[in-house]
């Protein structure tokens, strides 16, 4: 089984008993972004993997979700954040530089131009590492999209001005946060799935692993946000305070979340309608 795992330290409580070796998985870890693993997926090069919602919103035929298992907020999400030189209500027609590693939060981010801010601005594909991000200060660009621990990092600065020097982005918006004002819900950014071509038993057991794991992170959580600190450099409350405002489960509130998404997205014209289907012991 060939089972994708996003990089980021927001997947940590979800692998980190199978990398300690505490919870055995039947399988092969094949780290990517969310849009590679999206494509591993989509191409059948991966059997199981946590992908993009907006992934599963634009093929449901070719997956099955798996049950109570999701990263998502429920307000701010410190890892993905709109930097802007103007009032995001005041970008029509400007640049916006748009993270090509989650499609996800793009999606999120065109809706809330919709119809929160009510603009339209240029959305031009760009890098959302920290370095390109730094020396933004040249480009001509109006506001940034920054996910992951590049965005986490820039949150951790004092005030809404996060760059040194020039400080060239004086407007902050969580996306998370921006969409919980907006609709009263959480906001389901990954989810994980199987491909409806494997065999169910073998998905199941990927599936038991992932919880048993999910299940021993959110209980040490202290022991990986500590992981997590040294891998990044960021300080270890600093993770815990992120780590735990996720959630990774898939309850009644997140699904709603998720379906309100899904449902703004048909609207918009941008993924076709469909349904939810779950993997199943049956």
Not at 34 to 55: C, R
Not at 126 to 149: F, H, K, P, T, Y
Not at 221 to 230: C, G, K, P, Q
Not at 251 to 270: I, Q
Request: with cysteine; net charge negative; glycine share 8%.
């Amino acid at each position: 089984m060939r089972v994708g795992r996003i990089p980021y330290i927001n997947c940590f409580p979800v692998y980190g008993a199978i990398d300690r070796g505490i919870v055995p998985l039947d399988g092969t870890l094949i780290d990517g972004v969310p849009t590679a693993l999206n494509e591993l997926m989509a191409t059948g090069l991966l059997d199981v993997s946590v992908i993009s919602a907006i992934e599963y919103a634009r093929a449901p035929h070719r997956y099955l979700l798996l049950p109570d298992l999701a990263i998502s907020c429920d307000g701010p999400v410190r890892s993905v954040l709109l930097f802007s030189r103007l009032p995001a209500d005041e970008l029509n027609g400007r640049q916006v530089i748009v993270s090509t590693s989650s499609m996800t939060s793009v999606a999120l981010l065109q809706l809330l131009f919709d119809d929160v801010w009510r603009c339209r601005p240029e959305f031009v594909p760009g890098n959302a590492e920290l370095a390109d991000v730094g020396g933004a200060s040249q480009c001509e660009d109006a506001a940034r999209l920054v996910i992951g621990d590049a965005a986490l990092h820039l949150s951790q600065a004092k005030g809404a001005l996060p760059f040194e020097g020039s400080a060239p982005y004086p407007y902050v918006y969580d996306l998370g946060a921006e969409w919980k004002q907006w609709t009263g819900l959480p906001f389901v950014f990954a989810v994980w799935v199987a491909s409806r071509t494997v065999p169910a038993v073998k998905a199941l057991g990927v599936h038991a692993s992932l919880i048993a794991s999910r299940d021993w992170g959110l209980e040490n959580i202290e022991l990986v946000a500590a992981h997590a600190s040294e891998v990044t450099g960021f300080p270890t409350h600093v993770c815990e305070q992120y780590l735990t405002g996720l959630d990774y489960a898939l309850s009644y509130e997140h699904l709603a979340g998720l379906t309100d998404f899904f449902r703004r997205l048909v609207g918009a014209g941008r993924v076709p309608n469909g349904t939810l289907a779950f993997l199943s012991a049956a």
